[in-house]
């Protein structure tokens, strides 16, 4: 799979997920949906955090996102449970779209090489394969937003 054909998939993802919550009222960001676990604006900063994690750190990179995005949106957290302010719908926005921006530019030309965690949780042994692990995850999140939004619309008819 060529460098451009795989960071072409993961743009077309943060585009489309972009594009679905693009127009969700703001008293429905917080939200959390009957049979959800978390927020639209949740899935938003887990997308970040869990990109940030699986490219940059294991991939032997420095973070870029701020160090209490780990307590609001790694797996397993929700906004029941949060201590502190979560960052604003419109900074998770452009997160999304200067992080992929900022991911193509340092991974570029790096997918052959190895990975400096070697013990992850994914046994992923090239920055590639973690490239390809985070386009897997984000498809798996664009699903559950688009879910969410078709229930929250649902609701509020």
Known sequence: MSEAFLFGLIGKARERIIQQVDNVPEAQRHVVP???NNSLLWQLGHIITVADGITLRYGGFESKIPSSYGQLFNN????AD???EP???DTLIQQLTEQFQGLQDTLQGRLGDPVAVKDN??????IGELVALNMSHENLHLGMI??????LNLNNQ
């Open 121 to 126: 949780f994914a046994k992923a042994q090239t």
């Open 146 to 151: 688009t879910a969410m939004v078709k229930v």
């Open 82 to 84: 949060w201590q502190d």
């Open 34 to 36: 009957t049979g959800f």
């Open 87 to 89: 960052p604003h719908w």
């Open 76 to 79: 397993g957290t929700k906004p």
